[in-house]
């Protein structure tokens, strides 16, 4: 190789080093610091055929994820069960009580991640345990991630039934009135490490 083609090849190495170093540092990104002022945990169910909503006001989470090797990325949530907000002061004091989340006796519900699975660019299968009211079930959350401003946005939509985990004694326990399925949507923002 003559010293011209060593030059033009070490220049065009330089070059792509300039160019890819600072973009495998951005894929290297590790999101672990939760932002919970700006991630949001919202629920929808239906009474007596209505369209009903709600939202949990006060929660906190671990997490580790880092898109280039998002199968070993982890997560942990647990939310304020008597953050609940449903719109009236009469509902909230309502669902807080025996019947609905017992707050007392259960003060929290909680999400621990077990495995992520790749389904698409930038989409994922979070499978793990959610608990609510002491009562364990395996539950898979269908999740989306995207990168926003220096931070790290995942949403995720999914359904449980209230009666799987007694939300509703008594004369609840029936769904003529309020639904047995709710839609639990979630949006969580979170800083790099």
């Not at 330089?14 to 990104?29: H, N």
């Not at 608990?131 to 401003?149: C, L, M, R, S, Y």
Request: hydrophobic share 40%.
């Amino acid at each position: 190789m003559s010293y011209k083609q060593l030059f033009k090849a070490s220049s065009l190495a330089a070059c792509l080093s300039l160019v890819l170093v600072p973009f495998s540092g951005a894929l290297a990104a590790e999101y672990g610091t939760v932002l919970p002022d700006e991630s949001t945990i919202q629920f929808g169910y239906q009474q007596m055929g209505v369209n009903m909503n709600g939202k949990f006001t006060r929660f906190e989470g671990d997490l580790s994820f880092d898109p280039g090797n998002p199968e070993d990325g982890q997560a942990s949530f647990q939310v304020d069960l008597s953050s609940v907000d449903t719109g009236t002061s009469d509902g909230n004091d309502e669902v807080v009580g025996k019947d609905w989340f017992n707050v007392d006796a259960h003060p929290t519900a909680s999400f621990e991640s077990d495995k992520i699975s790749v389904t698409g660019e930038g989409q994922y299968d979070v499978s793990g345990v959610l608990t609510i009211k002491g009562i364990e079930q395996d539950v898979t959350v269908p999740a989306v991630f995207h990168e926003e401003a220096g931070k790290g946005i995942f949403e995720a939509e999914f359904v449980i039934q209230r009666g799987d985990y007694s939300i509703g004694e008594g004369s609840w326990s029936t769904f003529d009135i309020v639904a047995n399925e709710v839609t639990i949507n979630v949006q969580i923002a979170a800083e790099a490490n």
